[in-house]
């Protein structure tokens, strides 16, 4: 019954910029961790993102600087940003949820079906 849904996916120029959403349903959102994943063909999935309940967010390196993420409780919806985009972060970006309680370092509980993310002259 949890359900992620994605949008905001596309095609984009190297620099440009562009705004990812995930509405969330069948949790209470706003005691539940949120993250962004990405996966590209031969490339290691990679935790792009997290935001806790309380707004603490982590980066990975390779994105730090550049994406930001947030969430609305209000609007059940977390937010990916990502400015100054470059041709390596083309990939599916999924996001995710963990249940309460439940540590990020384990693989997230729930997952969205993904959008899709390209970088590209």
């Known amino acids: 019954q949890v359900q992620l849904q994605e949008s905001g996916g596309g095609l984009v120029q190297p620099g440009g910029s562009l705004r990812l959403s995930c509405a969330a349903s069948?949790?209470?959102?706003?005691?539940?961790?949120m993250g962004w994943y990405r996966q590209a063909p031969g490339k290691e999935r990679e935790l792009v993102a997290y935001?806790?309940?309380?707004?603490?967010?982590n980066y990975a390196d390779s994105v730090k600087g550049r994406f930001t993420i947030s969430r609305d409780n209000a609007k059940n919806t977390v937010y990916l940003q990502m400015n100054s985009l470059k041709p390596e972060d083309t990939a599916v970006y999924y996001c995710?949820?963990?249940?309460?309680?439940?540590?990020?370092?384990?693989?997230?509980?729930?997952w969205g079906q993904g959008t899709q993310v390209t970088v590209s002259l």
């Open positions: 995710c949820n963990w249940k309460p309680g439940t540590s990020l370092v384990r693989l997230a509980d729930y």
């Open positions: 069948g949790i209470i959102f706003s005691i539940n961790s």
């Open positions: 935001i806790l309940r309380n707004s603490i967010t």
